[in-house]
């Protein structure tokens, strides 16, 4: 298992992430496998929210895995709030996120979070009162890093002018089949839909800033159209492609799609969500595999993109 140092932080962590969005699809016994799994694979960094199953899935996690202070020492433990569910609007206010903490550390049941992510941007977002909230949090002990997830690079600048910790986190959908932080950079001043900037630079944005960039939905197509490995129907050339890489390395498809992810130099963390072990243990293997440039690119194309 390949670690990072992430930027502006103490913080040592597996290039993997166990996404813990589905836990409730398990049993207890199922969910403690599944986490005992992903420990003994390397990874150390693991990834909630509030609104996964409201909230029933940090209760899942931390009742699977026992949770007391021997545990949680070796976990970095990362969650995500700011969406008010079920009735589907955003909340930035300085009263929701304390609530929310509060919450998530008693679900959790810890006494703080490594890092808190804001979920998704909220339009009516006071960036004084935020920065507010994070004081309050960091002051307590309650929160020990602030970051973001899927906000662009003047949403980022917006709250950073007010918010004193430095932002360390922006999580993004990235996969093989999902690549808008890619393709306008590639494609500049080309009259072609793949050459429109959808992102607003965001990927060297993150870079530039020292920002650690996280990837959801990794096997993804589209927003949770659905997996592209095996899928022959709509992706038979990339699915050839990483079929025969794969037997190279002696590795599953699985660890192709997070290998391409990982051989990206920004050191992009890969969000696992898979409620499977054995392609939790798959998925793992891609951690370390460095893809040639050839490699990558040849990925890259055989998803239906152009290298001009």
Same mark, same amino acid.
């Given at each position: 298992?390949?670690?990072?140092?992430?930027?502006?932080?103490?913080?040592? #962590?597996?290039?993997?992430?166990?996404?813990?969005?589905?836990?409730?699809?398990? #049993?207890?016994?199922?969910?403690?496998?599944?986490?005992?799994?992903?420990?003994?694979? &390397?990874?150390?960094?693991?990834?909630?929210?509030?609104?996964?199953?409201?909230?029933?899935?940090?209760?899942?996690?931390?009742?699977?895995?026992?949770?007391?202070?021997?545990?949680?020492?070796?976990?970095?433990?990362?969650? +995500?709030?700011?969406?008010?569910?079920?009735?589907?609007?955003?909340?930035? $206010? +300085?009263?929701?996120? =304390?609530? $929310?903490?509060?919450?998530?550390?008693?679900?959790? +049941?810890?006494?703080? =979070?490594?890092? =808190?992510?804001?979920?998704?941007?909220?339009?009516?977002?006071?960036?004084?009162?935020?920065?507010?909230?994070?004081?309050?949090?960091?002051?307590?002990?309650?929160?020990?890093?602030?970051?973001?997830?899927?906000?662009?690079?003047?949403?980022?600048?917006?709250?950073?002018?007010?918010?004193?910790?430095?932002?360390?986190?922006?999580?993004?959908?990235?996969?093989?089949?999902?690549?808008?932080?890619?393709?306008? &950079?590639?494609?500049?001043?080309?009259?072609?839909?793949?050459?429109?900037?959808?992102?607003?630079?965001?990927?060297?944005?993150?870079?530039?800033?020292?920002?650690?960039?996280?990837?959801?939905?990794?096997?993804?197509?589209?927003?949770?159209?659905?997996?592209?490995?095996?899928?022959?129907?709509?992706?038979?050339?990339?699915?050839?492609?990483?079929?025969?890489?794969? !037997?190279?390395?002696?590795?599953?498809?699985?660890?192709?799609?997070?290998?391409?992810?990982?051989?990206?130099?920004?050191?992009?963390?890969?969000?696992?969500?898979?409620?499977?072990?054995?392609?939790? +243990?798959?998925? #793992?293997? &891609?951690?370390?595999?460095?893809?040639?440039?050839? !490699?990558?690119?040849?990925?890259?194309?055989?998803?239906?993109?152009?290298?001009?």
């Amino acid at each position: 298992m390949k670690y990072i140092s992430m930027a502006n932080t103490d913080i040592k #962590s597996s290039n993997i992430i166990m996404g813990n969005m589905r836990l409730t699809q398990l #049993s207890l016994t199922e969910a403690e496998r599944l986490i005992r799994t992903a420990m003994d694979e &390397g990874i150390n960094f693991f990834d909630h929210a509030d609104i996964y199953d409201r909230g029933r899935c940090e209760e899942i996690f931390s009742e699977a895995i026992q949770m007391n202070p021997t545990i949680r020492e070796n976990m970095i433990i990362q969650s +995500k709030c700011g969406i008010r569910s079920p009735e589907n609007y955003y909340d930035f $206010s +300085k009263e929701h996120i =304390l609530w $929310s903490v509060e919450n998530i550390l008693k679900r959790l +049941k810890t006494d703080y =979070l490594d890092i =808190l992510l804001l979920h998704r941007p909220d339009p009516l977002m006071d960036p004084e009162e935020v920065a507010e909230a994070f004081s309050e949090l960091q002051t307590s002990g309650k929160v020990r890093c602030f970051g973001v997830s899927n906000f662009n690079p003047t949403q980022i600048d917006l709250l950073q002018k007010y918010v004193p910790q430095k932002l360390v986190v922006n999580q993004l959908q990235f996969s093989i089949c999902h690549t808008p932080m890619i393709d306008s &950079g590639i494609s500049l001043n080309m009259k072609i839909d793949q050459a429109v900037n959808r992102d607003s630079s965001i990927l060297e944005y993150c870079r530039l800033n020292d920002i650690t960039l996280q990837a959801w939905s990794p096997f993804q197509h589209g927003f949770f159209e659905g997996p592209f490995l095996g899928d022959l129907e709509r992706f038979p050339e990339l699915n050839q492609v990483i079929d025969s890489i794969a !037997e190279k390395y002696g590795v599953t498809n699985t660890a192709i799609a997070v290998a391409w992810i990982t051989r990206h130099p920004a050191n992009i963390q890969v969000v696992l969500g898979t409620t499977n072990s054995e392609r939790m +243990k798959d998925a #793992s293997k &891609g951690s370390d595999i460095k893809l040639s440039r050839e !490699e990558w690119y040849q990925i890259y194309k055989a998803a239906g993109n152009i290298v001009p």
